[in-house]
């Protein structure tokens, strides 16, 4: 059996920024391994398997978008990104590449340190309890994280995953985009909204027909969205 000691992998070039977040990560319990660049950051990710990864997006040589989209081919490891003020667009496309949650520099180490344990426990919950939800020929095994749509595998992001796990539990029940946005992060900003939108459309493009309109996940026009009711 794994230790109880979650392992944290810290992927950034600034040494003392890391070094502050190894120090405060480590005080609250954490075991922390730091990687400087990309490359160092995915062959430990491959060896060690953290079970979460802080992702620094501005590094030298292959950057962190880039490092992100290969942990996400590797599996689906939570991962934080941290970014600087004014790189909008890249924490958009982070999380449209399947980043769990974000944090802008400068930040509060403890705000960072509150954020992983929020992804951890996430992980954990997801995992806990023994529950299969069938509806509408889509099929998902929650402790497995495992989603089929008429017995076919569909592989989803950590974040698709929750957005589907909670509009198909409550199939009729209309959403919010900043519902959805708490329940993948805790923290909701409207200007994440889009990304929300992005995380659909390829949540969509996974389990729903090639043609006509989707069958599984309606849009409530300028509201969000719901998981369609059974037919009566
Ligand atoms: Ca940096």
Known sequence: MRQDVKQLLVVED?????AIVRDYLDAAGFAVRIAANGDAALAIARTDRPDAVILDLGLPGRDGLDVLRELRRDGDTPVLILTARGEETDRVVGLELGA????????SPKELVARVRAILRRVE???????????GGVEIDVPRMKVTVNDRPVDLTASEFALLLALAREPGRVFTRLHLLDILRGVAFESYERAIDAHIKNL?????????????IQTVYGVGYRFAEPAP
């Open 14 to 18: 600034d040494s003392q920024i890391a």
């Open 204 to 216: 969509r493009r996974k389990i729903e027909p090639e043609d006509g309109p989707p069958r599984f």
């Open 100 to 107: 769990d949650d974000y944090v802008v520099k400068p930040f």
């Open 125 to 135: 919950s997801r995992t806990g309890h023994a529950e299969i939800i069938r509806a």
